[in-house]
């Protein structure tokens, strides 16, 4: 038995409305955040020296370089090293020095300013099926 709906001038089979329905439902959307978002949501953090914010960019392991050391963390020991540096470095005039989108390189690099010292901030993304995430960041 097929029954017809008119929608819109158009017939559809309930069979393939349903069909539609269910895909619709079904189907797993990821909720991508694009680079310019990421872009912003990466300032706002710095700017007002949210490690925890920063860190909800962050891949699940990150490349972090830090006044001098370096290490592979995860996304948690990212941002209670950042956290610390926070801390002890206020944050006081954030200014974005260069910016890189393209298929093979996405980086931002920074000019930080906290109290007396002016720190470069090195920030590179990658592309993932969430959005783009950072990979590795450099303080200098």
Known sequence: MQVYLLASGCKRTV?????????LVCTPTFAAIGFEET?????????????????????????LSLKREDGVYTKFQAELLLEDFFRSNKVSQLKEVQRVNNDSNSYLVYSLKAGDATFRVFIKLMPTSKGYEVIEMRVE
């Open 39 to 63: 872009i912003e949501k990466i300032s706002t953090a710095l700017k007002t020296g949210h490690a925890k914010n920063l860190g909800s960019t962050f891949a699940s392991s990150i490349n």
């Open 15 to 23: 069979e393939s409305i349903v069909f539609f329905l269910c895909m």
